[in-house]
């Protein structure tokens, strides 16, 4: 089974895909076609399971801290200190 795919690409990247295909006695789609299916043949789409599997152990990483004081929304403070740290990065050099 095969499906139709239309890209478009750039003035120049045609212009050195049709070189070679005419260098090779072919067409520039065919070209793209094999350079596609060569990168691709060997790759394939993770199962629902390796998926699910895949997401359990990145939210085993998702969580809160508390560091005893609400710092996360307050903002005023939070640009207070990339004012001090910025400010320090300029005075060291």
Do not use: C
């Not at 690409?9 to 793209?32: C, K, M, V, W, Y």
């Not at 801290?65 to 307050?74: F, K, L, N, Q, T």
């Amino acid at each position: 089974m095969s499906r139709p795919l239309q890209i478009d690409i750039s003035d120049h990247l045609f212009a050195l895909l049709a070189r070679q295909a005419a260098d090779e006695g072919t067409q520039p789609e065919a070209l793209a076609q094999r350079a596609v299916e060569k990168e691709y043949a060997t790759r394939r789409l993770p199962s629902d399971a390796e998926q699910q599997a895949a997401g359990d152990l990145f939210e085993r990483h998702i969580g809160t801290w508390d560091v005893g004081r609400p710092i996360a929304s307050d903002n005023e403070q939070i640009d207070a200190n990339l004012v001090a740290e910025y400010g320090r990065g300029f005075a060291e050099h």
